[in-house]
């Protein structure tokens, strides 16, 4: 059988990728990348080196900083809308969306023994880690150079004597014991405040409230509060109620925690996402915002947080006081104080909650607290100088 159609060959018209491969673009696999692994290290030194200069310039020149500052807050306004949209945490489907794939990445690396590929990922995810540093202190970290909160209120802080604080535990004694048995409970006695969302919807609504009294919380504030939808058990883990998620805008409340700590919680991360930098300050605002509300489960968990910091630094300067007001707590408050201890033990102790408390530290630290996670505390200062200021 003979051939009826043979191919005649043509030569071979040149092509855009043959321009492309002599002038070394990345514009297909196995051609030379647009910047070498030196210049992703060189991008990410300067991003550190920006970093440093924007910290410096805001922690020495208020003025300076208060022009950060407002960038900060009106950019995460902007950055909050949108991650607001959507009703899970965009901070978690970032966080495992860069997780996960660096794993592949490095999996899929490592298999093809390509070094030159390995060495250029590596500078690219450190670029990143700089990126992430100088975005950090951009939209958030700038807040902690602001004038103290309680300067601008008007409040003066010093040091309390031990008939002063218990006095202040006294009062949390009797507040709490007033709430207590109005709380909705479950079948076992147990707190349960219900819905998340409302309750998120009424935070703000507390902050708005707040703000005609004092104009310091009159700011922006972008979307809710969100609750975690995977993070929650991870977060009891290392030992994280909340955080405030910067590169998202986006506030996260921990799905594990007890329903007497919820609102308190809600409101704290709020106080971050106002531009409240300190996380002494954020416990103020939160117990400010929680504890004249209309909505008794708000006013009894700003009042039970309240308690609970106020007492373990009575229990530090005073046993026999600390006894004395303990003895005067009604059994639903005692209750829910044991609630909290069981919760709060499935985790102390374990590795990974030790090196999460460590890391939070650290992090807290590198904003310019000194105490760290102690710091969270410091709060008894700040509910004893608005107490003083109430009695005069």
């Known amino acids: 059988m003979s051939r009826t159609r043979t191919r005649f060959h043509l030569p071979r018209l040149p092509r855009k990728s043959d321009a492309r491969r002599a002038t070394g673009y990345r ?21 550190l080196a920006l970093t440093w200069l924007i910290w410096t310039l805001c922690g020495t020149f208020p003025a300076v900083s208060d022009v950060f500052r407002s960038i900060a807050r009106f950019s995460s306004l902007i950055l909050g809308f949108f991650t607001g949209l959507l009703p899970i945490p965009v901070s978690e ?29 590596l500078c690219r995810l450190l670029w990143v880690g ?5 975005l950090f ?21 010093g040091r309390y004597s031990t ?28 707190c349960d405040f219900g819905r998340f969302r409302p309750m998120a919807k009424q935070v703000s609504a507390e902050y708005i409230r ?14 809710l509060v969100k609750r975690s939808l995977f993070g929650g058990r991870i977060m009891s883990y290392v030992d ?23 609102p308190f919680n809600i409101a704290h991360e709020t106080a971050h996402a106002i531009g409240i930098g300190p996380e002494a300050e954020c416990n103020f605002a939160a117990w400010l915002a929680c504890k004249d509300s209309q909505d008794l489960r708000f006013r ?84 004893l100088a608005y107490f003083s200021a109430e009695n005069e």
């Open 240 to 262: 994280l109620a909340g955080y405030y998620f910067p590169w998202a805008a986006e506030s996260t409340v921990s799905s594990d925690v007890v329903d007497t700590h919820i």
């Open 300 to 383: 009894y968990s700003g009042w039970l947080l309240a308690y609970i910091y106020s007492a373990n630094a009575l229990h530090a300067s005073d046993y026999e006081a600390w006894h004395r007001q303990f003895d005067k707590l009604c059994p639903e408050a005692v209750h829910d104080l044991q609630v909290l201890n069981r919760s709060l033990a499935r985790f102390e102790n374990t590795k990974v909650n030790q090196l999460g408390s460590q890391a939070n530290d650290a992090l807290i630290k590198a904003t310019g607290q000194a105490e760290g996670i102690r710091s969270y505390g410091r709060v008894v200062d700040l509910m």
């Open 27 to 47: 514009g297909y696999r196995g051609s030379k990348p647009r910047l070498e692994w030196w210049g992703w290290l060189l991008f990410g030194g300067g991003l």
């Open 210 to 223: 707040l703000a005609n009294e004092y104009a310091v919380f009159d700011r922006p504030r972008a979307g």
């Open 137 to 157: 202190v951009f939209l958030y970290g700038v807040h902690h150079t602001a004038p103290a909160l309680a300067s601008q209120m008007g409040l003066e802080v």
């Open 163 to 190: 008939a002063q604080l218990e006095a202040f535990v006294a009062q949390t004694v009797e507040q709490v014991n007033g709430l207590a048995a109005q709380m909705p409970r479950n079948e076992e006695g147990t």
């Open 130 to 134: 700089c990126a992430a540093v100088f």
């Open 93 to 121: 489907l970032m966080i495992g969306g860069l997780v996960l794939g660096s794993l592949v990445w490095l999996i899929l690396t490592l298999r093809r023994r390509d070094r030159q590929a390995l060495l250029l990922g």
